[in-house]
T-cell receptor
Framework: RKEVEQDPGPFNVPEGATVAFNCTYS??????FFWYRQDCRKEPKLLMS???SGNEDGRFTAQLNRASQYISLLIRDSKLSDSATYLC?????????FGAGTTVTVRA | DAGVTQSPTHLIKTRGQQVTLRCSPK?????VSWYQQALGQGPQFIFQ???????QRGNFPDRFSGHQFPNYSSELNVNALLLGDSALYLC????????????????FGPGTRLTVL
């Protein structure tokens, strides 16, 4: 079983729509969780950390469910610039374990 | 304040050759991690260097080796290249704030795209 599994998508949504997707992780001892954004042929960049109580950063909301070992990301009022691959990331000590990414395309 | 830098940006090698990739961490960072990202996949952890020692290693063969220098920069060496080694190699730096417990935010460089023919 992969350490981090994501729905690959693609999610193709119109501008202004809400899009949400999840990932699951296998290591119940994992302590830190993140969403990274990766644009085509670029490096991953931290979008937001994910806290147990859930957290929001502008149009982005992240949720963590430790009991079910899943993490979610919701994007409200989608912009064209939100088109990217979103990587679910679990910090396991020194290393980051990445999902394969969920591709989101926002169309005009 | 310079971020993480990597060189070269692109590299083409043939099977069996050896390659060295270089990384300079973000200013003030002391820890360097290397990741391999194949097309359509998420980055896979290769290893992490701290205080010039390999601190943790992922599931990669011994053909992959590394080094960290006193100025915290790092090299990734891959011997006996295989076609399957073609990937984007990412370096990430962080500052160890937890006395070795990990969990610190990692910042990624732009990567080196390696093509093995």
């Amino acid at each position: 079983r992969k350490e981090v599994e994501q729905d690959p998508g693609p999610f193709n949504v119109p501008e202004g729509a809400t899009v949400a997707f999840n990932c699951t992780y296998s290591n119940s001892a994992s302590q830190s969780f993140f969403w990274y954004r990766q644009d085509c042929r670029k490096e991953p960049k931290l979008l937001m950390s994910v806290y147990s109580s859930g957290n929001e950063d502008g149009r982005f909301t992240a949720q963590l469910n430790r009991a079910s070992q899943y993490i979610s990301l919701l994007i409200r009022d989608s912009k064209l610039s939100d088109s990217a691959t979103y990587l679910c990331v679990v910090n396991e000590g020194y290393k980051l374990s990445f999902g394969a990414g969920t591709t989101v395309t926002v169309r005009a | 304040d310079a971020g993480v830098t990597q060189s070269p940006t692109h590299l083409i090698k043939t099977r069996g050759q050896q390659v060295t990739l270089r990384c300079s961490p973000k200013s003030g960072h002391d820890t360097v991690s290397w990741y391999q990202q194949a097309l359509g996949q998420g980055p896979q952890f290769i290893f992490q260097y701290y205080e010039e020692e390999e601190r943790q290693r992922g599931n990669f063969p011994d053909r992959f080796s590394g080094h960290q220098f006193p100025n915290y920069s790092s090299e990734l060496n891959v011997n006996a290249l295989l076609l399957g080694d073609s990937a984007l190699y990412l370096c990430a730096s962080s500052l160890d704030l937890t006395g070795g417990a990990g969990g610190n935010e990692q910042f990624f460089g732009p990567g080196t795209r390696l093509t093995v023919l």
